[in-house]
């Protein structure tokens, strides 16, 4: 059980970790001489779009993982960010399909902590 200050800390770690998605999906930067570039605004739009949906344990779970990291989770969805639209493969419904590639390094972790 998480005592007030550690929920505090989830809290404050989890909305810092949004506001920085939410900084990375808008900064961005899509080339507009690129064959997806449509696609790929459309993407990022759907994917700031649907943010909101995304469920908040979900948002914890990464962002614990992103600190755990030292920042390299948000480094590695920055770069899978500049994809968005390259593709089948590359293509996500919301941004809820967007962060599920990233629920198997969530279930890792917490196998981990829990051994």
Do not use: W
Request: net charge negative; aromatic share 4%; with cysteine.
């Amino acid at each position: 059980m998480m005592t007030d200050i550690e929920v505090r800390q989830q809290v404050e770690r989890a909305d810092c970790f949004i506001e920085q998605l939410r900084d990375a999906i808008t900064a961005t930067v899509v080339d507009p001489a690129s064959l997806c570039a449509d696609a790929q605004r459309r993407g990022l739009s759907l994917i700031a779009d649907t943010l909101d949906a995304v469920p908040y344990v979900t948002m914890c779970n990464l962002s614990n993982l992103n600190a755990a990291m030292r920042g390299g989770l948000m480094e590695l969805i920055e770069v899978r960010l500049k994809c968005v639209g390259g593709g089948p493969t590359l293509d996500h419904a919301d941004a809820a399909a967007f962060l599920a590639a990233f629920q198997p390094m969530i279930d890792m972790a917490l196998r981990r902590r829990l051994n």
